[in-house]
């Protein structure tokens, strides 16, 4: 099994950055592909960003395209999303996912816990 923390969560100014990072558990790491979504209050779970178990690929969904980085670091089992020129609408629960298949677009098989992201304007 794997178990994720998220954390770099926090308040910041809309413009600003933070990076997240997500630790893994388990010697396997890099077999997985990574992920993040973020979840709003009163609105559903959506998909942010993912990573290919070998990082050779990253996908981005549209809202974030061209501000936010992921990346991973298999060697401490740790994936990143550098988050850059916050907007408001990007206030949510980040919640870092870990699959077994290609994407955690298709799958998310370990789910952490998530870590808080408020961005005032």
């Known amino acids: 099994q794997v178990q994720l923390i998220e954390s770099g969560g926090g308040l910041v100014q809309a413009g600003g950055s933070l990076r997240l990072s997500c630790a893994a558990s388990?010697?396997?790491?890099?077999?997985?592909?990574m992920g993040w979504f973020r979840q709003a209050p009163g609105k559903e779970r959506e998909f942010v960003s993912d990573?290919?178990?070998?990082?050779?690929?990253?996908y981005y969904a549209d809202s974030v395209k061209g501000r936010f980085t992921i990346s991973r670091d298999n060697a401490k089992n740790t994936v990143y999303l550098q988050m850059n020129s916050l907007k408001p609408e990007d206030t949510a629960v980040y919640y870092c996912?870990?699959?077994?298949?290609?994407?955690?677009?298709?799958?998310?098989?370990?789910w952490g816990k998530g870590t808080l992201v408020t961005v005032s304007s």
């Open positions: 388990g010697r396997t790491f890099s077999s997985y592909a």
């Open positions: 996912g870990a699959s077994k298949s290609t994407r955690t677009y298709y799958r998310v098989d370990y």
């Open positions: 990573i290919t178990w070998s990082g050779g690929s990253t």
